[in-house]
């Protein structure tokens, strides 16, 4: 069985703040063809605004398992309520979900257990992140690194130059010549 963490960048930090925004097809369509050609049993995922929720997406309209798993309880309780109730709406149409704390926000240790659970279980990670263009991903992409020096667990990092090949493939799909 083979299980995959995707994270990266959330919405804001990719100034992408309506579902309609051209890049967020682009970021689709670039994680779905990552998918297809390293196929995969399970996609494990976060419920963050952004990359994750997205990867839940795709792997929704692919034959794959897919987990979401929040850090910690009421994960989403800030966000408005058209956001809250699409993560729902993912909860429930995923085969899995699970939440790390079962307290609310109350220190970074909450994050850092998160991650590890993330690589206990998981054989791979994707990140959506340019190490150029610091973000939030960050994090994940340290403890990735960290976790390697123990273990052979691949890491994919789906950078700005890699999608912009992917916008062109896209395009190319849309207007053949």
């Known amino acids: 069985m083979k299980r995959i963490w995707i994270s990266g960048y959330r919405n804001f930090e990719l100034n992408t703040f309506g579902n309609k925004d051209p890049k967020i097809k682009v970021i689709k369509y670039a994680l779905q063809s990552y998918l297809k050609n ?49 993560l729902q ?36 990670a994707l990140l959506l992140y340019d190490p150029e263009h610091e973000g939030k991903p960050k994090y994940s992409y340290q403890a990735i690194q960290q976790y390697q020096k123990g273990h052979d667990y691949p890491c994919h990092l789906l950078d700005f130059y890699e999608l912009e090949d992917y916008a062109r493939e896209l395009s190319e799909e849309s207007y053949p010549s």
């Open 89 to 124: 709406e993912l909860i429930v149409a995923c085969d899995f979900d699970l939440t790390i704390s079962n307290e609310k926000y109350q220190n970074p240790g909450q994050l850092i257990q998160y991650q590890k659970f993330m690589l206990e279980h998981t054989d791979e």
């Open 38 to 86: 390293n196929p995969v049993d399970w996609v494990l995922t976060g419920p963050n605004l952004g990359t994750e929720q997205w990867a839940s997406e795709v792997a929704l309209n692919l034959d794959v398992n897919l987990a979401i798993i929040s850090p910690y309880q009421e994960f989403a309780s800030r966000w408005n309520e058209a956001n809250q109730a699409h």
